[in-house]
């Protein structure tokens, strides 16, 4: 899954990703986080530690219609925002 840096923050890039539509929502944040870090997503810690990944694959998806605007939460030294459709900011934190 590609990812692009969009825009600077505070001089950190920020990098958007649009997960593949079979894609779960936890395995696309992780994905998206060790894109980011330029590491083997096996090499990050446990999604756990940060937000629980089923309520996380239970609210979030591309063909979900509950409303719901974004989830943030820090992981692995990232800032990460996912939204309601899936896409998923990542940026390092400050």
Known sequence: MPNSPVQQTSGAPVSKQR??????PVVAVVSAVADA?????LELPPLSKAIN???LNDLVGAERSSGLES???AYAGYDVVVSGTGDIEVAPSE
């Open 37 to 41: 870090a330029g590491t083997d997503p």
């Open 53 to 55: 990944p089923e309520a």
């Open 71 to 73: 989830v943030s939460f």
């Open 19 to 24: 997960p593949h539509h079979e894609m779960t």
